[in-house]
Nanobody, 115 residues
Framework: QVQLVESGGGLVQPGGSLRLSCAASRIFFNMYDMGWYRQAPGKQRELVARLTNVGIINYGDSVKGRFTISRDNANNTLYLQMNSLSPEDTAVYYC?????????WGQGTQVTVSS
């Protein structure tokens, strides 16, 4: 069973930074597209950033220029560097991997941006 474990969330002041990590196991990490999504209370889950297995990157419009997605294939880890955080970024952030047949999700990590 594929496992995705997120970490790095927490409480941060507006303008601050956080780096999220997603450790993947039981999967050939470098073969698949991976991404970060988020879900705020009362809202639908939305794409934050996506990185394909050939290096193509897509960002959600609200995070362009502030967030950076990257992956370390040797350590089976996906990262999300988040800068210039605002209260609107408050959400549960989920790691995702998309195989040919299945979407896998982590348990999520809470990010709260508040003064």
């Amino acid at each position: 069973q594929v496992q995705l474990v997120e970490s790095g969330g927490g409480l941060v002041q507006p303008g601050g930074s956080l780096r999220l990590s997603c450790a993947a196991s039981r999967i050939f990490f470098n073969m698949y597209d991976m991404g970060w999504y988020r879900q705020a209370p009362g809202k639908q889950r939305e794409l934050v950033a996506r990185l394909t297995n050939v290096g193509i990157i897509n960002y959600g419009d609200s995070v362009k220029g502030r967030f950076t997605i990257s992956r370390d294939n040797a350590n089976n880890t996906l990262y999300l560097q988040m800068n210039s955080l605002s209260p609107e970024d408050t959400a549960v952030y989920y790691c995702n991997v998309a195989t040919v047949t299945t979407m896998y999700w982590g348990q999520g990590t809470q990010v709260t941006v508040s003064s």
